[in-house]
């Protein structure tokens, strides 16, 4: 289908960047030592209520691009969707996606969207695409889609997407979800849905507080993934990178005490039988999902797909931080981003329109909830769910988010922190004699 280009008028839809405090409260200075202590989290959270946005316009756009009729048909905006976002069995998210897609069409009526579904992680799937497609075949490419943290610093690496810094403009993202979106302090991706961490527990347990020390005084039972292939724990990286910030040291060297403190926490446990040893095995907190549909009293690592889930079949649960040395809120932080591929300017600025019609708060708050992630913006997530006090307190983690840096998720340094966890866990090492074999291997 031959394709309209685009009326000169790209002005229309740049649109200024406007975030005040882009910071991370944790980002990932593993060791800056300037982080004071945090107050303690009570077992049920109550978190400090979402303020409410001065607009409900989550994202600030521009009049719509227009068109010029200089050739038949419509102009393609071609998008690709990750199936892992897109399930092919979940009729319902096609339908609602569909929908979504239609009313930017009647908005636009000279836009059709192609939209195509991608595979992730494999050959013919989004990245290996990319990057076989750009230098032989830049046509067969689309002009938008979305990426996760990791692979969108290897695109903005291998230069197949383009930077949208000082093209879109929102007041509503939280500041830490923002830097995702960004490489080098340059704005590459819009960041749509998040994925976290959070602890769910049933009435009969005492969770008190978030600190170790309290978990380990109350023998509060507990179960989540340890199991990691190709790298370390992400939940263990997170309360080492807690430790270590309330400690001192760098983001380049390990810090002994902040590795201590953590596996000593581990060690306690494991001590007390408060961890199943089939934690070693778990990858991910689907893995013990029917012990939780059991009602096992057990406080547990989870995501908010599976909060939401059994809560919603009835369960009742309440919620809290994962544990760390302080008790201080915190979670890891990832997500997939919009990014725009097209390197054609008029393209972009309607690539753009698309994206911020996707982020609109009601439409983003809608396909988070049916997808059980978690929306990028305030006001999403005020709509989002059932349950206000939840989205409060996801919010009040979101505050304190970690994003960890892919290159310490793998490799040497991640490999022998992860064989410590497990040695300690399996109780094969104590905690000293763990670390000290961290150091041993690192110094080598």
Request: with cysteine; proline share 7%.
């Amino acid at each position: 289908m031959a394709l309209h280009t685009l009326r000169s008028s790209v002005s229309h839809a740049r649109f200024r960047l406007s975030v005040v405090g882009v910071v991370v409260a944790f980002l990932i200075t593993a060791c800056s030592g300037d982080t004071p202590p945090a107050a303690t989290t009570e077992a049920q959270v109550v978190a400090t209520p979402i303020a409410t946005a001065a607009t409900e316009q989550s994202a600030t756009t521009a009049p719509p691009v227009e068109v010029t009729d200089d050739s038949t048909g419509p102009v393609e905006l071609t998008v690709w969707w990750p199936d892992v976002l897109r399930p092919p069995s979940n009729t319902a998210i096609d339908i609602l996606l569909d929908e979504q897609i239609r009313d930017f069409e009647s908005a636009h009526t000279d836009v059709v969207v192609n939209s195509r579904l991608k595979r992730v992680g494999v050959t013919g799937g989004i990245m290996s695409t990319l990057r076989a497609a750009a230098p032989v075949a830049p046509g067969a490419l689309p002009d938008v889609t979305l990426l996760p943290r990791e692979s969108l610093i290897v695109a903005v690496q291998s230069e197949l997407i383009q930077p949208i810094e000082g093209l879109v403009s929102f007041d509503d993202l939280f500041p830490s979800v923002l830097v995702l979106g960004e490489v080098e302090d340059q704005l590459y991706g819009v960041p749509y849905v998040l994925n976290v961490h959070h602890v769910m527990y049933p009435t009969t347990i005492t969770y008190t507080s978030s600190d170790f020390s309290t978990i380990i005084a109350n023998e509060v039972p507990m179960i989540f993934p340890i199991a990691n292939d190709n790298g370390i724990n992400e939940v263990f990286l997170t309360q080492y990178f807690v430790a270590a910030n309330r400690n001192g040291g760098d983001t380049q060297n390990i810090d002994p005490q902040a590795l201590r403190s953590t596996l000593n926490f581990y060690e306690n446990a494991a001590a007390k039988e408060l961890i199943d040893g089939n934690v070693i095995d778990y990858t991910s907190p689907e893995d013990y999902r029917e012990i939780l549909s059991a009602n096992a009293p057990i406080a547990a690592s989870v995501t908010p797909r599976i909060y939401l889930d059994l809560t919603a079949t009835g369960q009742r649960w309440q919620v809290a931080s994962l544990p760390s040395a302080s008790g201080q809120p915190m979670t890891p932080l990832d997500g997939w981003m919009w990014v725009i591929v097209t390197p054609n300017v008029e393209r972009q600025a309607l690539a753009l329109e698309f994206v911020m019609w996707m982020m609109e708060a009601e439409r983003q708050s809608a396909y988070n909830q049916m997808i059980g992630l978690v929306p990028s913006q305030r006001g999403a997530l005020r709509r989002w769910g059932n349950d206000a006090a939840y989205s409060e307190f996801i919010a009040e983690l979101l505050e304190h988010a970690i994003i960890l840096p892919p290159s310490l998720r793998s490799g040497t340094l991640a490999r022998v922190m992860q064989d410590a966890l497990v040695a300690v866990v399996s109780g094969e090492s104590s905690a000293e004699a763990a670390a000290q074999s961290v150091m041993a291997q690192l110094a080598n």
